[in-house]
């Protein structure tokens, strides 16, 4: 049964720094590529960072790019992302997701497996 569990999300002040965790069981880590999404009360599911199976390329959405940065680690079947800058329009719930895919992953739509979430909260 696959599992894909987040943590680290939290309340933190504009201009601070959360790394959310995603841990993997059930699957072989290394043969998907793997996405952070969020969806904001009101709104749809966005992609936020994605880092792809096949060589490892990481991509980010316009908003967080320079900001958000994703890792992988195979050793502990975890994905990461570390969040620092924070602003408020990036309070939502964080969802980790999955895809059997050497795509680049940056729509909702096609993942295998996902996460129930992690809410961040950034207040001003």
């Known amino acids: 049964q696959v599992q894909l569990v987040e943590s680290g999300g939290g309340l933190v002040q504009a201009g601070g720094s959360l790394r959310l965790s995603c841990a993997a069981s059930?699957?072989?880590?290394?043969?998907?590529?793997w996405a952070w999404f969020r969806q904001a009360p009101g709104k749809e599911r966005e992609f936020v960072a994605s880092?792809?199976?096949?060589?490892?390329?990481?991509y980010y959405a316009d908003s967080v790019k320079g900001r958000f940065t994703i890792s992988g680690d195979n050793t502990r079947n975890t994905v990461y992302l570390e969040m620092n800058s924070l602003k408020t329009e990036d309070t939502a719930v964080y969802y980790c997701?999955?895809?059997?895919?050497?795509?680049?992953?940056?729509?909702?739509?096609?993942?295998?497996?996902w996460g129930k979430g992690t809410l961040v909260t950034v207040s001003s």
């Open positions: 059930g699957l072989t880590f290394s043969h998907f590529g």
């Open positions: 997701a999955a895809q059997y895919s050497t795509s680049r992953l940056t729509s909702p739509a096609g993942m295998n497996y």
């Open positions: 880092i792809s199976r096949s060589d490892l390329s990481r």
